[in-house]
């Protein structure tokens, strides 16, 4: 009778013991899932603010060119434009995206940075009447939705758990300018992945760190390696 009290003893802690674990997953599944949740909102208003922005830029153009404001009152909007462009990248610094997002946030960064190049060359067109820095304009604005697209696909792909680029007729990725953001963006994970496990000495606080380091920095240059064109 004691032994049989003991066994149902035992099986009642492993009960438990499962049950806390079970409850434990789906607790830490259900912060991911929001963590998740709030990055996406956040990245969300980021593209937004850089599709106003990139609208404004233009309709302001196009009311220069109606007169209804002066060449001065649209150098001045666009001296306002490039600061606030500047803000709104520094935005995607500040998310904390899960790990399978990071690559597409860096290269929606890149493309942003990449349009905000493109509209300072455009300004200096307007301003100047240089060809030359109008068809620089062109060539990265050119690159910044190449570069978006890559970030737009990288996101999804994250999001529906497909990760490859097997199927070219659904995607084939550019190729202008393409190695260098590709090193770039790869370049900046590794730079996270110091900033996020090494210390204010450049060093690891244990070997268990430094191996979280380790394949950090693996799948950034995996990541580059899958991307290079």
């Not at 990265?140 to 758990?161: D, I, P, R």
């Amino acid at each position: 009778m004691k032994k049989k009290k003991i066994q149902n003893i035992i099986i009642v802690a492993i009960v438990v013991s499962v049950i806390g674990v079970i409850f434990a997953y789906n607790y830490s599944f259900d912060q991911t899932k929001q963590k998740g949740l709030q990055f996406g909102v956040e990245l969300e208003q980021i593209q937004e603010e850089v599709k106003n922005l990139q609208t404004k830029f233009y309709s302001e153009k196009t009311r220069w060119q109606e007169g209804d404001i002066s060449k001065e009152e649209l150098l001045m909007f666009y001296e306002t434009h490039l600061i606030e462009f500047e803000k709104t990248i520094s935005k995607y610094d500040e998310l904390t995206p899960p790990d399978l997002f990071k690559s597409s946030v860096e290269l929606l960064k890149v493309s942003s940075q990449t349009q905000l190049e493109s509209d300072s060359e455009y300004i200096v067109w307007i301003s100047t009447g240089d060809e030359s820095a109008k068809i620089r304009s062109d060539t990265q604005f050119q690159e910044s939705l190449e570069y978006e697209m890559l970030g737009l696909v990288e996101f999804y792909s994250a999001k529906t758990g497909i990760k490859n680029y097997d199927e070219p007729e659904k995607f084939d990725a550019p190729q202008s300018g393409l190695t260098q953001r590709v090193i770039q963006v790869s370049e900046n994970m590794k730079n996270q992945c110091d900033s996020e496990f090494k210390n204010e000495t450049v060093e690891f606080d244990s070997d268990e760190i430094e191996v979280e380091w380790f394949n950090c920095t693996n799948e950034a240059q995996k990541w580059k390696i899958e991307h290079l064109p």
